[in-house]
Every structure is written in C-alpha cells, then in structure tokens.
C-alpha cells in the first residue's frame, strides 16, 4: 500500500506526538457539547478510532465553524478534521473518500409563493446561509440571480428570515426539520439543492499518508462504523456511505 513505516505514518499524520483534531461547532449532526461540558459525536467518535490505531493520545481543538478549520489548515494547528467536501476548501486541505451524505435544502414562511427548490434563483430572493458553510460555498458558485444573505450560524439565518431580512433560509435537512418544530410558521421547498459530503481532511504537504489513511476511511465505511455511530447519536437524515 506504502513504502513508509507505521511509525513514519504517525509522525506525518501527529508531528506534535498528539492527534490534534480539529472540530467546529457549527454543525451538530457531527459534534456537539454535552451537559458536562463533554464533547460528542460522530466526529468525536472517528477522531477517536483513528487515534487508537496510531495508538496515540488525542487532542480536540475547537473552532466556531468549518471555514475557521480550514483557514488555520497552514499554520500547524490541527492535524485532521472532518469537514464537508467543497471544490474551495480542497485548495487548502486534502479530502478523503465520501464518509456521509446529508441532503440541503430551503425553508421559507408559510406565507412564501416558492413551492420547489429550483424556484429560489430568481432575481429579488434572498437566501440566508451560514458564512463559509459547505453548502453556502457551493450556493456562492451557483446561484445566478438570487443574493445571498451571509449569517453567523444557522439560527441566525432563522431569525434573518422571521425578521423579513431574507426570503429563504439554506440549510441540512435534519437542522431545517429540527427547527420546523420550534418555528411552525415555516415549511420545507419541494426539493433540494445540493447532497452534501463529508469525509476526514488533513493539511497539504502530508501525501506519504495518503494510502493509510484513504484505507482506514474505506474501512470505517465497509463496517458499519458509521452506520452505528449514528444510530448511537440519534441522527436523523445523516446517512452513512458503504
């Protein structure tokens, strides 16, 4: 599979000694703050395997969102993340094979004349969307028309829409039908725009371990590790890749 040794795939993938992972807040249907102050997810969950077959110690380092991880990709702050595959952050990072898929689609107030996703791009609609999202990189290089309304966090972009400061709001499907239940003035479009992907994702300039690493992502896939780390969190519309 590779020249190099385990030991030199350690040092490549954990310079510092420790797997530092890189983890953002921004997403909970991979990681999220427990009640003690824990963290816990999906993510969590894969960090840790890959930590226990390097068999070394791991370190989570917190970010507010993606975009945060992947603008420190260069300065030897993290050593892995799980991030959602887009074209833009590849230029900073090197992506692994899909791990998951989630669907993104629109929510807008009942009051709303947009029935299907396809109708959104159209001049005068506004869409608000998390800042440096997956998705919201891929809506930036998309839409044609509509103008996009950039936010801090997803419950910003609820509360851009109920204020009348958007039209639309963007997001996963299980976080859009999670928040259909606290704002039951709002319904989904038929349709959606985007399937988003997300795999592990390691600074450039650590190709020697590309092949390990591809490897153990396939490996998580094909037994079910995933599968059963969501069914354990309860993640609804976060499907794992075989």
Not at 175 to 193: E, N, Q, Y
Not at 197 to 203: E, G, Q, Y
Request: aromatic share 6%.
């Amino acid at each position: 599979m590779t020249d190099i040794s385990f030991e030199g795939i350690r040092q490549l993938l954990a310079p510092s000694g420790r797997l530092r992972v890189g983890v953002n807040f921004a997403n909970p249907l991979f990681m999220a703050r427990g009640v003690n102050g824990e963290l816990a997810g999906v993510a969590v969950d894969v960090a840790r395997e890959l930590s226990t077959r390097l068999g070394i110690a791991m370190e989570l380092v917190e970010y507010a969102t993606p975009g945060d991880v992947v603008e420190t990709a260069n300065d030897n702050a993290w050593d892995v993340s799980m991030l959602a595959i887009e074209p833009a952050r590849a230029e900073k990072v090197l992506f692994f094979p899909p791990m998951t898929e989630i669907e993104a689609n629109y929510m807008v107030l009942n009051t709303s004349l947009l029935q299907e996703a396809r109708q959104v791009d159209q001049p005068g609609v506004r869409v608000a969307v998390p800042a440096r999202a997956g998705y919201e990189l891929f809506l930036a290089r998309t839409l044609q028309q509509a103008a996009l309304v950039r936010t801090r966090d997803f419950d910003s972009s609820i509360n851009t829409l109920e204020s009348g400061n958007a039209d639309v709001v963007a997001g996963l499907r299980p976080m859009l039908l999670d928040s259909m239940t606290k704002h039951p003035t709002t319904r989904l479009l038929d349709g959606r725009f985007m399937t988003v992907n997300h795999s592990l994702a390691i600074p450039h300039g650590r190709d020697t371990a590309i092949a390990w690493l591809t490897s153990f992502t396939r490996e998580l896939c094909t037994s079910k590790f995933l599968h059963t780390s969501i069914k354990q969190h309860g993640i609804l519309g976060l499907q794992a890749l075989s």
